[in-house]
Nanobody
Framework: QVQLVESGGGLVQAGGSLRLSCVAS??????MGWFRQAPGKEREFVAA????????VYTDSVKGRFTISRENAKNTLYLQMNSLKPEDTAVYYC?????????????????WGQGTQVTVSS
């Protein structure tokens, strides 16, 4: 069973940047995604990347600001977040899909990390 560990969260001012990392304990020859959950809200899709093509998909609110990527040799998934806004504040989770697809459906992801907090101040 692959385990996922996120890091890179923190407190940043609006307009700033953060890069989240998600290290897997083993090979992840499947699609992976980033999700986020703000207090009192449901977990929502942020970005996903397929395997092996590396096709990406983003939720509209982060297009042009966030970039998802993966470094397969290091079993690591990244989320580069630029031009951060207060509404990006949430716990961010990485997840592993059960196939190679880049899916927006939270129910299709079978393995989750513990999450990392991102707080954007205005």
């Amino acid at each position: 069973q692959v385990q996922l560990v996120e890091s890179g969260g923190g407190l940043v001012q609006a307009g700033g940047s953060l890069r989240l990392s998600c290290v897997a304990s083993g090979r992840t020859f499947r699609g992976m995604g980033w999700f986020r959950q703000a207090p009192g809200k449901e977990r929502e899709f942020v970005a996903a990347i397929s395997w092996p093509a590396g096709n990406t998909v983003y939720t509209d609110s982060v297009k042009g600001r966030f970039t998802i990527s993966r470094e397969n040799a290091k079993n690591t998934l990244y989320l580069q977040m630029n031009s951060l806004k207060p509404e990006d504040t949430a716990v961010y989770y990485c997840a592993l899909h059960w196939t190679g697809r880049a899916s927006v459906d939270v129910a299709e992801y079978v393995t989750w990390g513990q999450g990392t907090q991102v707080t954007v101040s205005s």
